[in-house]
């Protein structure tokens, strides 16, 4: 089988805001993103609230060699939207400095709240998470293994 499951971030209004974030602090290539606007544009018969025009339907990053996917919309909508802490991004790299480099643009910005501190640990030289000023706890690994 050939296929890729990608992490899909719902972000509620602040998707824009997230891709940017993920631009600066990780380094994240926008592979596609279309705005609200764009979608109208696209599909004259969809709909959104006024004010929203810069909301994104969709977006594809690339961070790392992987991708994510934000937009603000829930995926099940027969749930109020919630942040939840059951889910996080991990970022691992067998290259320590590639690692320290992360968290350390990571913990510069003023929304970023360390959860557990960057250190080594029983499996890593080199482990920590982070929340980032969206609420998504982002784990950063040293990893010794080759999966």
Not at 50 to 59: D, R
Not at 108 to 133: A, C
Request: net charge negative; glycine share 6%; proline share 5%.
């Amino acid at each position: 089988m050939n296929f890729e499951v990608i992490p899909f971030l719902s972000m509620n209004g602040d998707a824009a805001a997230a891709i940017a974030f993920y631009e600066e602090y990780l380094g994240a290539k926008v592979l596609f993103k279309k705005n609200y606007k764009e979608m109208k544009e696209m599909n004259p018969g969809f709909e959104y609230p006024a004010g929203q025009e810069e909301y994104i339907t969709h977006s594809v990053l690339e961070i790392g060699v992987n991708k994510i996917m934000i937009a603000e919309d829930a995926m099940d909508t027969e749930r109020p939207w919630q942040l939840g802490n059951s889910t996080s991004l991990c970022i691992q790299s067998k290259d320590k400095s590639t690692i320290d480099q992360l968290y350390a643009s990571l913990v510069q910005h003023e929304g970023v709240k360390v959860l557990v501190p960057y250190e080594q640990n029983e499996f890593s030289p080199g482990y920590g998470i982070v929340r980032d000023p969206f609420g998504i706890a982002i784990q950063l690994c040293v990893t010794v293994h080759d999966f």
